[in-house]
């Protein structure tokens, strides 16, 4: 016998998987942390009166949005430095700040706003890639938010490393401490081809293996970048890390802007993801991402935020609009990445990415109650005459009324239930005032 | 003395113009629809009980938000036909939509729709090109939104006008009903170069002259159009409109994602503006309309949502958002259409294209006090470092607290007073089920 049991009555559920299916008037059980039954409401019996019903007549349910890219504690960074050329803003804007500012409760702090922000929006599980892993995952099981914690190996010492082999005995040592966790899980996380050298790529590329875990770097963010890499080792990046056993269905390559139709080819063929991340490559005017033709080719696209130092928010719904409409514009065709591609994008094939597809990603009996209502009574979101076109087109995070993860309603009626945000805004608000002192 | 006096004290009044300007702990003062002084809230007196006080500790004011390129009615068909080619999209569903449903009750309901959604977002004031203007004029009345009713001329029949000469008697009634009407002002409004003759583009260059009224025209939207023009023409479409007499301070050319280094420099010496409406030109993948470069040479730029059936929303600090993100992207420059500049294009450039530069576009002691309310005090928009940034690159339109509209506050606390919003809502569904059976 399960211990909680709940009936959402929904006027729509967008299941995700499989694809283009829309269920009209059905009603998800929840079984303590699992989906148990998704069945027509005209067809619902009530298994006693244990059960709690919850009422969501112009709602649609979804999958729990996955961002799979983001850098979450950044976000006390947001608005800091904008509108200035990429360098300036890294090397005389953020790397100082983060030398001043990082240290644990940096990324408490800043990984319980961006946990907040994420949750209200709908995003039930975040790929992370910072320092102090350990911080980010007490923070993000605090909240109530699904987290993959990025195993961080940079060639520069930090707050949290001196050296590489103390980015891995660190990392691997936040591994070993969730590894038990429902809510948590671990991915490599090497920062760049420009920043980690063979040597190391070499070792999580066994790692990884040993451990069966995700790979999660950014990888030709930029042209400059694949051009300095060629200067460098006479060879673009990706086929540096292909020669170093990393292009496989482990690597999620996060940008990849610049791509040729070789790399096209040896994305379909390796298995690897492509994450997405098209406000944060508008904003540093990094490049476009070639998402249509990734499609075309049957790559696994999945989507991110970004950190909020560049994008300025992390809001997976408007990232998926966002992401949509430029495809369209950069493939010439307004039939590119159509809404039910998008939402795709944004749950399932994140989860695939993430390894994590047969625990979510999609609303289907057995799998984890990850899962979204979004309010589509409000008057901007009307009228209906396709709910998916609605969702990815015409709505925004803060009709996301209700928020389950693993089967708990982290979000009731637009309220986050985990955290005082009221302390989480006070906090916010005195790392400001010490940065911008600083 | 005045009828009535409202004093708001603001964290932070963002005026505009002067342009870089955020004065901290200012208070707006209201006399009856115009501002009638901007102080510290530190020197403020109030001139006795009779003034209204309104504090917003944590907001931003700024000046209303100008929708310089819209078909508001065409809000009923939001979300009816997405992910299709443009002429498929066009032919097979739109037009025929239009040629089944258009009617005066359609014009009042949709352009309703729009005024609701557009006020909640902090619009106050619309360019519309659409049927039925006088319905147009009088839905925005009764929304108590300001608008720019398009005289709408086309070279084929509709529900309004069976040809051109009855297309400019209907528009030129419109325009001598509302002339003195301080909310509702006019346009010339042909639809496009190919669907307007030469003879009637000289007749509305004279007209325009004659009457002092701008210009509202789709041009070179896309390659092909333009292609199609010189097949049929000899002449690019911008080049035809400057042989008639039409490209001059009054034009307002909407989309221009297609021009040559020549038509760049014309645009600028001319004086006439562009209306860049980035998200129906991604969402159509109708091209990139080359901002910065148009900014760089000193031509107005404004901007507008389109309509909702190619967007899918009326939300113009959505849509700066989106142009000051893709300006970077199109442009490779991260400095491309910074946060100022993008709320400027959003106020006083859309002001100035539709010659209201003198009564709204700024806050200006002696101007109409069209000014909107952003809370900044929500975690998403946290931490404040630059309240011009958090506007543009992290708020969202359910941030508008409070708009004012000539003085009247029509919004209050999120929530508009003008019209009933479940009847607009029942009006909108009931047309869905007609089109959609239709």
């Known amino acids: ?34 989906l148990a039954a998704i069945v027509p409401t005209a067809q619902w019996q009530s298994s006693g009166a244990h059960v709690e019903e919850i009422s969501l007549p112009e709602h649609a349910l979804i999958p729990g949005l996955v961002n799979a890219h983001t850098h979450a504690a950044m976000s006390l960074f947001r608005g800091m430095a904008d509108d200035r050329p990429l360098m300036d803003w890294l090397e005389n804007h ?3 700040a983060e030398a001043r500012a990082i240290n644990r409760e940096f990324v408490r702090d800043g990984t319980r706003l961006a946990a907040a922000e994420m949750l209200l929006g709908g995003t039930t599980c975040f790929n992370d890639m910072y320092f102090f892993g350990d911080e980010a995952a007490s923070a993000a099981i605090e909240a109530g938010i699904r987290a993959v914690i990025g195993m961080i190996v940079i060639g520069f010492p930090s707050a949290w490393a001196a050296d590489v082999d103390e980015y891995f005995r660190k990392g691997q040592a936040v591994h070993d401490k969730f590894r038990d966790h429902p809510l948590i899980t671990s991915a490599f996380a090497p920062h760049a081809p420009y ?16 451990l069966d875990l995700p790979v999660h770097m950014h990888v030709q963010e930029t042209k400059d970048e694949v051009e300095r890499a060629i200067a460098v080792s006479g060879v673009r990046p990706l086929r540096r890390l292909q020669g170093l056993g990393l292009v496989t269905p482990r690597l999620l390559g996060v940008h990849m802007t610049c791509l040729d139709d070789d790399e096209l080819d040896l994305l379909a063929h390796s298995g690897a ?54 495809a369209k514009g950069v493939a010439g065709d307004p039939c590119a990445l159509p809404a039910a591609q998008a939402l795709r994008m ?40 396709d709910p998916v076109s609605q969702i990815i087109y015409s709505s925004h995070r803060d009709q996301v009324s209700q928020v389950w993860v693993g089967g708990r309603r982290v979000v009731r009626d637009r ?9 989480v805004r006070a906090a916010t608000d005195d790392w400001a005032e010490r940065i911008r002192q600083a």
């Open 273 to 326: 993801t492509v994450v997405h991340c098209p406000e944060s490559n508008l904003k540093l005017a990094s490049g476009f991402c070639p998402v249509a033709k990734l499609l075309a080719r049957g790559v696994n696209v999945a989507c991110g935020t970004d950190g909020a130092a560049s994008n300025n928010d992390l809001d997976m719904l408007g990232e998926i609009r966002t992401a949509s409409l430029l």
């Open 195 to 210: 920043t980690v050298d063979d040597h190391a790529l070499r070792r999580i590329a066994t790692l990884a293996e040993e």
């Open 1 to 34: 016998m399960p211990q909680s049991v709940q009936a959402i009555h929904a006027r729509w559920v967008i299941p995700v998987e499989p694809t283009n299916t829309v269920l009209d008037h059905h009603t998800v059980v929840i079984e303590d942390s699992q």
């Open 415 to 423: 309220q986050l239930v985990t955290l005082d945000l009221a302390d």
């Open 94 to 96: 953020i790397w100082p």
């Open 346 to 385: 944004a749950t399932y094939n994140g989860a695939q990415a993430l390894g994590l597809e047969r625990s979510i990603g999609s609303l289907e009996v057995g799998k984890q109650a990850d899962m979204v209502a979004i309010d589509l009574g409000e008057l901007r979101a009307r009228p209906v005459y």
